[in-house]
C-alpha cells in the first residue's frame, strides 16, 4: 500500500466515523467532516498534508502524489 491509497482511506474513515458521531451524538462532530475536507482542499493546492508525513515515518511506501 502506498501512502497515497493509506490517506485516502484514512481520510474516508475519518470523514465516515465523524458522520457517525454526529449522527449517535453531537452535530458538532461535523467539525470533523469539515476539517478533513479543508486538510483535502489545501493539500491538493500545496502538496503538504500532515497525515502523509505520520505514514511516511511509518513506514508506508511512498506514492506519487506526496513525495
Known amino acids: 500500500m502506498t501512502v497515497d491509497k493509506a490517506l485516502f482511506r ?9 458522520l457517525a458521531l454526529a449522527e449517535i451524538f453531537s452535530p458538532w462532530w461535523l467539525l470533523l467532516t469539515a476539517f478533513v475536507g ?12 500532515p497525515a502523509a508525513f505520520v505514514l511516511k515515518k511509518l513506514g508506508v ?7
Not at 10 to 18: R, Y
Not at 61 to 67: Q, V
Open 10 to 18: 484514512f481520510a474516508g474513515i475519518m470523514i465516515l466515523l465523524s
Open 38 to 49: 479543508l486538510n483535502l482542499l489545501q493539500a491538493s493546492f500545496t502538496g503538504i498534508c
Open 61 to 67: 511506501r511512498p506514492g506519487t502524489a506526496f513525495e
